[in-house]
């Protein structure tokens, strides 16, 4: 049965005994409400590491004084159930005070990455990010780490941090898990009204648009995103955060289509904000 641990002291000493074992350690750090996007990295970490943990805390210095810190989704209960099922051995899920028991002096900032996109839009969300992966990452020290790509530019940063900073962990993005219709699941989704819910695939359908463009060799990126913009307005109850092209490594802007591109966006749906992204291999 899966083990729920709050405590630090008590998650190194059950890990040091699995390391005297010479088990590898996968991790999988969320904020819980899980769902099949969480559901795929976990089954991949166990799918590759004797040993599964997943973290569950919703990170409150990763959110903006206006953001949805109070009101994030938590089901511990159904977590429980999800992580088992996709062979999770060990949740993570500390209290505020456990991870911040005092008042933080030593934050990880990953500079550059965060100029365009959600780092943009979200003042002083990925030090938010950064800093806590890093203490999770020091707490567990796992062999790897695993990322979902809904969040690229998360995924971006943690790499770099990982690459500066000489964290021995291999971090591993994956696949965008999506509904029927297109929408990437997110936990968020669980705000939306079923009115809401239904506008929220303007978002997919806008990156598949642009994906046709892309494939018919168009390279104006002013062209292309005007056109994408043009599109998400038709939707009534969409209001965009951003749209934009940005070089697939660098994260900055690009003008036209002469290298690997991400393609993103943040659209709020009511007053739901999703996000989704592609990144396209130029060639
Ligand atoms: N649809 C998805 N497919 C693949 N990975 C995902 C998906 N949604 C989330 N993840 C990944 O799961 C990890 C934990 O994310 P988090 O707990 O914030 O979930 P979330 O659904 O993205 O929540 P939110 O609604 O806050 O965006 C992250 O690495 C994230 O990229
Ligand atoms: C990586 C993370 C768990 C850090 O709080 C969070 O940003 C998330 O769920 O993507
Ligand atoms: N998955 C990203 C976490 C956040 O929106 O704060």
């Known amino acids: ?18 390391r005297r074992n010479n088990q590898t350690i996968g991790f999988v750090p ?3 409400y899980l769902h099949e996007g969480h559901a795929s990295l976990i089954k991949r970490s166990s799918s590759e590491n004797e040993i599964t943990i997943v973290s569950i805390f919703v990170n409150p210095i990763q959110f903006g004084p206006n953001e949805d810190l109070d ?17 999770a ?8 005070n456990e991870m911040y028991p005092e008042k933080l002096y030593t934050f990880v900032n990953v500079e550059n990455l965060d100029k365009e996109l959600c780092g943009a839009k979200r003042e002083g969300h990925f030090k938010g990010v950064a800093t806590v992966v890093t203490k999770l990452f020091n707490i567990v020290n796992p062999d790897k780490a695993y990322f979902g790509k ?20 291999e971090i591993i993005g994956c696949d965008i898990i999506r509904e029927k219709d297109g929408l990437a699941k997110s936990s968020r989704n669980s705000y939306l009204k079923p009115k809401e819910r239904k ?17 018919n060799k ?48 943040a659209v709020y749906i009511g007053k739901t904000r999703l996000i989704d992204n592609f990144d396209y291999k130029f060639n």
């Open 89 to 96: 051995d060990i949740i993570f899920h500390p209290k505020v």
């Open 30 to 32: 969320t904020m819980g």
């Open 150 to 169: 809904k969040d690229a530019q998360q995924l971006a940063i943690i790499k770099k941090m990982v690459k500066d900073m000489n964290f021995d962990i």
């Open 199 to 215: 506008a929220a695939t303007i978002l997919k359908k806008t990156l598949d648009k642009i994906k046709e463009m892309l494939d």
């Open 71 to 87: 009101k994030y989704p938590r089901d511990l209960e159904r977590d429980k159930k999800v992580a088992f099922e996709n062979g």
């Open 218 to 265: 168009e390279t104006d990126v002013k062209k292309i995103i005007n056109l994408a913009i043009k599109n998400i307005e038709k939707e009534p109850l969409a209001k965009i955060d951003y749209v934009e092209i940005v070089d697939l490594y660098t994260l900055e802007k690009v003008n036209k289509i002469e290298t690997d591109v991400l393609v993103a966006m």
């Open 1 to 18: 049965m899966i083990k729920i641990i709050e405590k630090i002291d008590e998650l190194r000493k059950i890990l040091k005994e699995y």
